[in-house]
């Protein structure tokens, strides 16, 4: 699943790098042979102070902004990725993202930070889930910082594409079964797709999402 989010992803034109953020744990180790397969630069960090490690990998590759991705979004867009960074170019906010305001599946989440914002952010946020989140203090903070935000043409949010359970990942195994396995295919493919069989929603339809807090 890591390798499809970084093919997707590395299809950006507007990324200058690809980086994986990862843990220092032993088990970990996995995920830095791997990527030493792909040729893809790693940083190691805190397992649990998710915030710091970002805040060491933008330090390490002098990463300014810093564009979030996570690891259980296999069905990421490349021109999402694009569409973001482009609407940070042009707004030039302290964060960008499709998130804050969701109107887009979940799984296609896209975050652009600017180093300043993370650096204050990792100086001041305290709660648990500010440090293993990333970016809520930035974007629970509107008073202190200016956000931009993408939104799709209508409301997707209802829509479930992250993987973190069995369901999740039997949903997205049928999206590459039926689109292809290469996965050159976009999120407006997998609409169409869901359109046709409806029938693949309810795969993991009953899941619920965890909130903030719940880590």
């Known amino acids: 699943m890591l390798a499809r989010v970084l093919e997707r992803t590395a ?4 990324l200058d790098q690809v980086v994986v953020a990862t ?7 996995a995920i830095v ?15 649990e ?3 710091d490690r970002y805040r060491g990998a933008a330090l390490e590759h002098d990463a300014d902004p810093i564009v979030r991705i ?14 973001v960074l482009a609407l940070y170019s042009t707004d030039r906010p302290d964060y960008a993202s499709n998130v804050a305001s969701r109107t887009f599946p979940q799984g296609l989440d896209v975050e652009v930070i600017r180093r300043g914002a993370l650096e204050l952010a990792w100086r001041e946020a305290r709660e648990s889930h500010e440090r293993v989140h990333v970016t809520p203090f930035i974007y629970q903070n509107r008073d202190r910082f200016r956000l931009a935000t993408l939104n799709a043409d209508q409301d997707y949010s209802r829509l479930r594409w992250t993987v973190d359970t069995a369901q999740d990942l039997e949903f997205v195994r049928a999206v590459y079964a039926r689109l292809g396995s290469e996965g050159r295919f976009g999120w407006r493919n997998v609409l ?5 069989e409806p ?3 309810d795969i993991n339809r009953g899941i619920r999402q965890k909130s903030l807090e719940e880590g």
């Open 49 to 51: 102070d998710v915030l």
């Open 11 to 14: 299809r950006a034109k507007l």
């Open 199 to 201: 029938a693949l929603e």
């Open 70 to 83: 996570t690891s259980d979004c296999p069905l990421v867009d490349p021109d999402i990725v694009d569409e």
């Open 23 to 29: 843990t220092t744990a032993p088990a970990d180790e």
């Open 33 to 47: 042979t791997h990527c030493q397969t792909l040729n893809i630069p790693v940083f190691r960090g805190s397992e």
């Open 192 to 196: 169409e797709l869901l359109r046709r």
